[in-house]
């Protein structure tokens, strides 16, 4: 167990020193490369601001893994950026160096996640439930999220709608771009199944839901360039889709 706890303290030092350079002392920099591939992968990183996301989760996950909090969550939330940056190394980029860096940086990612494997028995077993989650009241995720039978009363709702139109903002907002789009499509779906679970607890027909839904999926599509009606037709499915997804929403606030 003496040999985890180095490995975590290293392992979350290293990370936490690559966010704090990021954003603080700027001691080293980015890594650049002569790959066009490579390049053209890192300018879309550094202009959507993605690579920002990628060294604040390093330091926040450095820092949790230094202070023994959540350890087991931060390190698998690194072995993504982990798989990611040795894809990036060995593919793309192909310096010696940053091939090195990467192995080691997956390498001591992985090796931590076994040492810790009896932390991750629970989340590995089906239809596992995550901390505050319970079948009984509806607050599992799949309740909330996934599954569009069923209904959810006020309380769940709320604040789930909250976490929901947080995600959906923060690719409109800050991400930005293409991939924010796609992003932002893919959110239509947990986004209207919570709305279309609200609506029948509040016993209006569900289909109900199937307008706005697919006026915002028509929206993407034009905002995507796979359809187009013409500039004043698409502005008014732009119009009509954000109209009739806030009074859904309004709808679904209604306590009673």
Known sequence: MKYSVSLRYIFGLWMLLNGVNHFIINLWAVPSTSDPAAAQLLSALINSH?????????????????????????????????????????????????????????????????????????????????????????????????????????????????????????????????????????????????LTRRIRSQGWPALLVLIPAALMFVMFMIILGYMDFGESTNSLVSQAAHGLTALTILAGLIKK
Request: proline share 5%; net charge negative; glycine share 8%.
């Open 50 to 194: 993605l690579l920002d996301v990628v060294y604040a989760m390093q330091g926040i996950a450095g820092a949790l893994m230094l202070l023994n909090v959540m350890a087991p969550f931060a390190m698998c939330a690194l072995m993504p950026l982990s798989c990611c940056a040795l894809f990036w190394a060995l593919v793309l980029d192909q310096q010696i160096v940053n091939i090195l860096l990467a192995l080691l940086g997956f390498g001591l990612n992985g090796l931590l996640m076994l040492l810790y494997l009896p932390y991750f028995f629970d989340s590995l077993s089906r239809f596992s439930l995550a901390a505050g989650e319970t079948t009984e009241t509806g607050m599992s995720f799949d309740d909330l999220y996934v599954d569009p039978r069923g209904s959810t009363t006020w309380g769940p709702f709320v604040p789930a709608l909250v976490v929901a139109i947080l995600a959906f903002l923060f690719f409109g907002h800050y991400v930005g771009g293409r991939t924010a789009q796609f992003c932002q499509l893919v959110l239509l779906y947990p986004i209207f199944v919570l």
